[in-house]
């Protein structure tokens, strides 16, 4: 079993959806979390970055992690064609060596 | 300000070649990192170091070697390719926050 498991899609929602994107973890160590947006034939961008559990939003973007679930998520208001990327969920106990998600593709839809 | 720079974007080697990927950043991070992207694993972690003179292996360092001689240059050598080694690679650097990526070296072992 991957010590993270992210459904790799690919999901398709018309603009304007809302779309929720999810990972689960093994490790109880991981302690930082992060999600990253990657574009066709670019390197990973970050979008958020949380601290242990809780909840983080900036903009349309929304990240939620529950450590007693070991669940992340990631929520994206008003979807645009522009958030059409894969986006990767990465955690760390310590901040050094990330383990990451395999990836969900979205293409969202005009 | 280029941020992280990897060269080349894109290389085609027989089984056997030795090779260099290039990464340089001029962002003064302390913290500089190799990872392959390959189609349903993920990113996964090469080797990465802490500062000048100091490297460490992370999950997948077989056939790989790095030095770090510079804070800004953090080389990745491959010394006799095999076609497993057929991936993106990507460089990604930190000072206090998540992981910079660049835009990757596309590396085809034939």
């Known amino acids: 079993q991957k010590e993270v498991e992210q459904d790799p899609g690919p999901l398709s929602v018309p603009e304007g959806a809302i779309v929720s994107l999810n990972c689960t973890y093994s490790?109880?160590?991981?302690?930082?979390f992060m999600w990253y947006r990657q574009y066709s034939r670019k390197g990973p961008e970050l979008l958020m970055y949380?601290?242990?559990?809780g909840n983080k939003e900036d903009g349309r973007f929304t990240a939620q992690v529950d450590k007693s679930s070991k669940y992340i998520s990631l929520f994206i208001r008003d979807s645009q064609p522009s958030d059409s990327a894969t986006y990767l969920c990465?955690?760390?106990?310590?901040?050094?060596?990330?383990?990451f998600g395999t990836g969900t593709r979205l293409q969202v839809f005009p | 300000n280029a941020g992280v720079t990897q060269t080349p974007k894109f290389q085609v080697l027989k089984t056997g070649q030795s090779m260099t990927l290039q990464c340089a950043q001029d962002?003064?991070?302390?913290?500089m990192s190799w990872y392959r992207q390959d189609p349903g694993m993920g990113l996964r972690l090469i080797h990465y170091?802490?500062?000048?003179?100091?490297?460490d292996q992370g999950e997948v360092p077989n056939g790989y070697n790095v030095s770090r001689s510079t804070t800004e240059d953090f080389p990745l050598r491959l010394l006799s390719a095999a076609p497993s080694q057929t991936s993106v690679y990507f460089c990604?650097?930190?000072?206090?926050?998540?992981?910079?990526f660049g835009n990757g070296t596309r590396l085809t072992v034939t």
């Open positions: 990604a650097t930190r000072s206090n926050s998540p992981l910079h």
């Open positions: 490790n109880s160590a991981f302690q930082y």
């Open positions: 990465a955690m760390t106990p310590d901040a050094d060596k990330l383990i």
């Open positions: 962002m003064n991070h302390e913290y």
């Open positions: 170091s802490v500062g000048a003179g100091i490297t």
């Open positions: 949380t601290y242990s559990s």
